[in-house]
């Protein structure tokens, strides 16, 4: 048990065990220096005491389902008591003993909010802008680029992420470059570029289906561009 404490003060996130009646039967050091209370102090407590209405109540339906032997994942939001906008990803692990009931969970809390705030900074920067640089911090994370990202950090080499999607109608190209203070990241607007090339493809595939279907000479004409398509039997015949 002495090792297990030792373990589990040492891991950066607020680790407890709830029992069936909600209540509070293990935290670790996590939990002390949040709450700014020992732990002695908070063992017993039920978790509404402790977490508070808002809390409690965004945790509520998750609690249950652990009680009824479900693992449960989720982000709660919340304002803490200084005023600040916290983000926290909590996950809770049944404890299924021999047996029909379930005799509590464990929970696992990660204060993720700078991971939150500087994402939602980059998806504001990209709402605004059609090309550019970011320089992001050795810790930073985002769930769309964690291959790239990695490959930045861990074999320390330029990479990049094509025609992904941001937003509901943006499209854009990312490069990202390892440098000693974390990583560069260059982006550029390439929708205008995408929807020329989906409509150029559309109107091929137009044209292509006419000459199947009239299996004679069918072409496209522009003024500036003169035969801007021709069929098979056009370019034979010219």
């Known amino acids: 048990e002495g090792q297990m404490r030792l373990l589990t003060d040492s891991l950066p996130a607020m680790i407890a065990y709830v029992d069936q009646d909600e209540r509070y039967r293990f935290v670790n050091a996590g939990y002390e220096h949040y ?8 063992v ?3 978790v509404r005491d402790l977490a508070g209405s808002e809390r409690y109540r965004q945790a509520e339906p998750h609690i249950r389902a652990a009680l009824n032997g479900e693992s449960a994942n989720y982000e709660i939001n919340f304002t803490d008591e200084e005023g600040e906008h916290k ?23 990660m204060d993720v909010s700078d991971l939150r705030h500087s994402e939602e900074r ?16 050795k810790d930073f ?8 990202l990695r490959v930045c950090k ?14 509901k109608d943006r499209c854009f190209d990312f490069r990202f470059s390892p440098i000693a203070e974390g990583i560069v990241v260059t982006f550029s607007d390439v ?3 995408l929807r020329a090339k989906k409509a150029l493809e559309k109107s091929e595939e137009r044209f292509r289906l006419a000459e199947r279907a009239f299996q004679g000479l069918v072409y496209e004409w522009r003024p500036n561009d003169n035969f801007a398509w021709r069929s098979q039997g056009m370019k034979d015949v010219m």
């Open 35 to 42: 709450y700014n209370q020992s732990k002695d102090s908070i």
């Open 44 to 46: 017993g407590r039920p």
């Open 87 to 109: 983000v926290w990803h909590v996950s809770y692990v049944p404890d299924i003993s021999p047996g029909p009931s379930v005799q509590g969970f464990y929970a696992i809390l």
């Open 122 to 137: 980059v998806r504001t920067l990209l709402e605004h802008s059609t090309s550019g640089f970011i320089r992001l911090g």
């Open 141 to 148: 994370c985002c769930e769309g680029f964690k291959a790239a």
């Open 154 to 167: 861990e074999e320390q080499r330029p990479t990049s992420v094509e025609e992904c999607l941001v937003g």
């Open 191 to 193: 929708t205008a570029r």
